[in-house]
């Protein structure tokens, strides 16, 4: 049988006991293939506690399954294995489950040879005690904090689950095989590392002796259905008016700087407003792990490449944005701004590349700023503070800012202009703030989206350019009146 090493005989005489002691030899087997290739080799399922498992596991149940397990690695070929498409490596490997389970003579009610197959063809196949938590799709963020410690946040909060992994070595297995299939390695030689899922999640992984407590992994969950700006309407992240004007100023070119804490949902926003480009604009977004999902035809996406072992071939951020020059950008989107590429950005958007967009780590739209010049200084670029800053008003037209607020709502709190500098000072102006009212009885923060009574932003101009100004003035308006009755 396919999948199956190719001599097996399958001969080996059932034990007379119902329960297979640990120490069961497997089923008669002659490996053909060479050895496994190291950290490859599957290894049984952690134990996970009430609320993960469909039900509370006995310890019988787990010495049952790693002799067969360990049964299973010894009778299947992983290198044939790995041929076969998903379901039918699943299909073989129940098949030769079920008869270890026959030979064995191993007693187990229906459901629990189901949980057990499931259990094992996680193991093999996927990421074991991670599976369950993969397939949900509420999951914001998996946070692995060695074997016995699996966070997740849910709805802005995170949590403990009960998911465990049989010990540091089972998880940094998993972390292996993560990271191999990108084509990376993870060790204690090179213990961090970036990767990305088959669905697109996000993954790092940081590792002994780094990390103290065994394999640290993180993972961002890919969202198959990305938020709109109409999903952060409806969850009140931003008001229905905040969310046009954000709509025109995607659309209008404005060149965007989305800021925000960590997981404060920058990317999401940044993919939202890229919805605004028009469809015959070329687009090429630069990434660290590519995490958009532009909508439109003509996008080149590309990413960043970690330096290897010998620590050569690094692709830098820097890199990639000084190329895309050469490419005939129309909009250049930069998933996230950390380091000298702050001052190539800052270039192309003075530089005809109208409508460009990046994120960056910072708590306030004025944080932001000063971020900015920092990376600039530190990047060695010997300017002027007062050049730089001069620099930076004339490439960036707003700044948009997310927060995670402490309720774990993800609000948009600010969309704030970059007017000039005054002296050495950049001058900004708030077109839209978020303002935090109180807090209800379970905790939850109240606060409104409130518009600064702005009558005209100065990217009105460029607003007429693109035939959207009665579209702004309207939605100003809006905002006004929406002002005038939350103050009633
Ligand atoms: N307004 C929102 N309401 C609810 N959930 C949101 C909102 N914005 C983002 N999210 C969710 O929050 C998670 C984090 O979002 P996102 O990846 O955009 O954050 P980030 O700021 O880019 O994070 P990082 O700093 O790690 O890059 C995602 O699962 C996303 O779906
Ligand atoms: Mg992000």
């Known amino acids: 049988m396919f999948g199956r090493r190719s001599d097996q005989t399958g001969g080996a005489p059932p034990p007379s006991t119902a329960r297979v002691p640990a120490s069961a030899n497997p089923p008669a087997a002659k490996k053909l293939v060479g050895a496994k290739p190291e950290g490859q080799v599957p290894v049984p399922n952690g134990e996970e506690m009430a609320g993960q498992g469909p039900s509370q596991r006995s310890q019988d149940y787990y010495d049952t399954k790693t002799t067969i397990f360990n049964a299973l690695i010894d009778t299947i070929d992983l290198t044939q294995l790995a041929q076969l498409d998903s379901e039918s490596a699943r299909e073989e490997i129940r098949d030769i489950v079920n008869e270890i389970i026959a030979i064995k003579n191993v007693v187990m009610s229906i459901s629990e040879q189901e949980e057990l197959l499931e259990d094992i063809c996680n193991d093999v196949l996927g990421y074991g005690p991670l599976e369950p938590l993969l397939a949900r799709d509420d999951i914001a963020d998996i946070m692995v904090n060695g074997a016995t410690r699996t966070f997740i946040e849910v709805e802005g909060k995170i949590q403990l689950t009960s998911v465990r992994f049989r010990d540091n070595s089972q998880l940094m297995n998993i972390c292996q095989r993560i990271v191999s299939q990108v084509g990376r390695r993870v060790d204690e030689a090179s213990p961090i590392c970036d990767a990305r899922l088959p669905d697109g999640s996000r993954v790092n992984v940081i590792g002994p002796p780094l990390a103290l407590d065994g394999p640290t992994l993180t993972i961002r969950k890919f969202k198959k259905d990305k938020?709109?700006?109409?999903?952060?309407?409806?969850?009140?992240?931003?008001?229905?008016?905040?969310?046009?004007?954000?709509?025109?100023?995607?659309?209008?070119?404005?060149?965007?700087?989305?800021?925000?804490?960590?997981?404060?949902?920058?990317?999401?926003?940044?993919?939202?407003?890229?919805?605004?480009?028009?469809?015959?604009?070329?687009?090429?977004?630069?990434?660290?792990?590519?995490?958009?999902?532009?909508?439109?035809?003509?996008?080149?996406?590309?990413?960043?490449?970690?330096?290897?072992?010998?620590?050569?071939?690094?692709?830098?951020?820097?890199?990639?944005?000084?190329?895309?020059?050469?490419?005939?950008?129309?909009?250049?989107?930069?998933?996230?701004?950390?380091?000298?590429?702050?001052?190539?950005?800052?270039?192309?958007?003075?530089?005809?590349?109208?409508?460009?967009?990046?994120?960056?780590?910072?708590?306030?739209?004025?944080?932001?700023?000063?971020?900015?010049?920092?990376?600039?200084?530190?990047?060695?670029?010997?300017?002027?503070?007062?050049?730089?800053?001069?620099?930076?008003?004339?490439?960036?037209?707003?700044?948009?800012?997310?927060?995670?607020?402490?309720?774990?709502?993800?609000?948009?709190?600010?969309?704030?202009?970059?007017?000039?500098?005054?002296?050495?000072?950049?001058?900004?102006?708030?077109?839209?703030?978020?303002?935090?009212?109180?807090?209800?009885?379970?905790?939850?923060?109240?606060?409104?989206?409130?518009?600064?009574?702005?009558?005209?932003?100065?990217f009105w101009e460029r607003a007429r350019y693109y035939n959207e100004e009665q579209n702004l003035a309207a939605a100003m308006a809006a905002a006004e009146v929406d002002d005038q009755q939350g103050e009633a």
């Open 227 to 458: 938020l709109t700006l109409a999903n952060l309407e409806s969850f009140g992240s931003i008001s229905p008016e905040g969310a046009k004007i954000l709509a025109i100023i995607g659309k209008v070119r404005c060149n965007i700087l989305i800021s925000g804490g960590t997981g404060s949902g920058k990317t999401t926003l940044l993919n939202c407003l890229t919805g605004f480009i028009e469809s015959d604009e070329r687009i090429i977004t630069c990434e660290d792990s590519a995490e958009l999902q532009l909508q439109q035809s003509h996008v080149v996406r590309l990413e960043t490449r970690p330096p290897n072992l010998e620590g050569e071939g690094e692709i830098t951020m820097r890199d990639l944005i000084k190329n895309c020059l050469r490419m005939r950008p129309e909009r250049i989107i930069v998933g996230e701004v950390r380091g000298p590429e702050a001052f190539d950005l800052l270039q192309a958007m003075n530089t005809g590349h109208d409508g460009s967009m990046g994120t960056l780590h910072a708590n306030t739209p004025r944080e932001a700023l000063s971020r900015i010049e920092s990376m600039i200084t530190m990047g060695g670029y010997s300017l002027p503070s007062k050049t730089i800053k001069e620099m930076i008003c004339g490439s960036i037209d707003v700044i948009v800012q997310a927060s995670r607020l402490r309720d774990g709502s993800r609000k948009i709190t600010h969309i704030t202009e970059v007017l000039g500098t005054e002296g050495d000072v950049i001058t900004t102006q708030d077109i839209f703030v978020y303002e935090i009212t109180g807090e209800d009885a379970n905790g939850r923060i109240l606060g409104r989206h409130k518009s600064t009574g702005l009558a005209r932003p100065k």
